[in-house]
């Protein structure tokens, strides 16, 4: 599937850049999309900076929880529910304390410690493969998940607004929830479909609706908060979770002497490993998505989308936010570039301003998300990861404007 993904960015964005040479005369887009390959490949290499310390580091804590047990707790209390979604990964297996620690963090929006505990817990689920370069239905249903892009806490978004000059920066919070929400529901079905998952069981059902009331509780307790409390209520519970857990994890390790820095150095070494092996997957796909937007194929693919609906007679005010969805799957940068042009141009609380950032907070970069998390293993061949994962973004996208709508219409 990667191959032929691979392939058909070049294709595409070679058929693009053909009609606008010689249908419109423009030869420059030639150069842009030679430019864009280099631009890209310096880009990986930035990226591979920051991962190369942020993994070190959540690598070096990590090897701290795992030799002092946390982690192998934390995956026998949870082992009844991954025995049905993961029936492949065994009862207490250290992957299950992984991936539970990776959607903490994604939730809480800590980006910067949910990657490297993700890409610990992908290597885990690989000790359990039995073809190293096939991924297996526990590590599509643990990246689709991830795909899904499931934020409790947008802190992010509520900062750009605020610095737009929105009088209430926290009014998306609700309708990123919803559509969040959606996206993650929608990427756990399609994986559940095509692996034949029984989420009826249950065992499924009761831990849904355990967190179904948690989230509810968090949903009622925000509404009743100004915009600022919400927002430093935000920051701080991101920010003292993260430390919380780090002196957790030396704490716990020292009073059951572990030898907390030898164990933290061993596992920084690890992480350091990981890192350089991840830069041929981020320069392969970075550089095929650089080609694609330098090539004006999503531009057409807006265009048309735009005169479809006008066609038919429909409101089209939420094709304006369309960039920000279109990008995203490719770039985050891109995308908030797109998200922030957007408000400037129609305002920050209009329709489309907030429709945009909706979509930013409820949709994930998913070929940087698969280049990453399997190429940290070497998986070549995804399987259906990639269009379970693209299901969660459309279903983010199709909820985040129906929820605009409703809210905000």
């Given at each position: ?115 490297p505990i993700g890409l610990k817990a992908m290597r885990e689920l690989q000790t359990l493969n039995p073809r190293p370069d096939t991924a297996t239905n526990a590590q599509i249903l643990f990246l689709a998940l991830n795909a899904s892009s499931l934020t409790l806490l947008p802190v992010t978004l509520f900062m750009f607004r605020a610095q737009q000059g ?113 830069l041929p997957y981020l320069v392969a796909m970075l550089c095929a998505i650089g080609v694609l937007r330098a090539s004006g194929a999503l531009d057409y693919l807006l265009d048309g989308i735009r005169y479809l609906v006008a066609s038919t007679g429909l409101d089209t005010r939420f094709v304006d936010a369309l960039p920000t969805a279109l990008t995203k ?81």
């Open positions: 599937m990667l191959n032929t993904l691979w392939l058909a960015f070049f294709l595409i964005a070679a058929l693009a850049a053909g009609i606008r040479w010689l249908a419109y005369g423009d030869a420059e887009v030639f150069s842009a999309l030679v430019k864009s390959l280099f631009s890209m490949a310096e880009t990986s290499v930035s990226i591979m900076i920051v991962l190369f310390g942020t993994l070190t580091l959540w690598m070096g804590f990590l090897r701290i929880a795992e030799r002092a047990g946390l982690i192998e707790k934390l995956a026998v209390l949870l082992g009844p529910l991954f025995a049905r979604l993961m029936p492949d990964v065994p009862r207490g297996h250290p992957a299950i304390g992984l991936i539970t620690m990776n959607f903490a963090a994604n939730g809480l929006g800590l980006d910067n410690a949910a990657t929105a009088p209430d920066p926290t009014l998306i919070f609700l309708p990123i929830l919803l559509a969040t929400s959606a996206s993650t529901l929608a990427a756990l079905l399609s994986v559940a479909w095509m692996q034949r998952l029984r989420l009826h069981d249950p065992v499924v059902l009761l831990w849904f609706a355990v967190i179904g009331l948690i989230l509810g509780g968090i949903m009622a307790f925000s509404l009743t908060l100004s915009a600022t409390a919400l927002s430093a209520m935000s920051s701080l519970a991101g920010n003292l979770t993260l430390f919380g857990v780090i002196v957790a994890f030396v704490a716990v390790g020292a009073w059951r002497k572990v030898p907390v820095y030898d164990a933290f150095v061993e596992g920084a070494k690890e992480g350091f490993e990981v890192a350089k092996n991840l799957p490719f770039s985050g940068s891109a995308a908030r570039a797109m998200m922030l042009e957007t408000m400037q141009h129609f305002g920050v609380d209009s329709f489309q301003g907030l429709l945009a950032a909706t979509v930013q907070g409820s949709t994930e970069t998913t070929f940087y998300v698969l280049a990453v998390y399997f190429g940290s293993v070497g998986i070549q061949r995804a399987r259906h990861a990639v269009g379970c994962a693209l299901i969660a973004d459309l279903a983010g996208v199709i909820a985040a404007i129906a929820v605009c709508y409703w809210f905000f219409g």
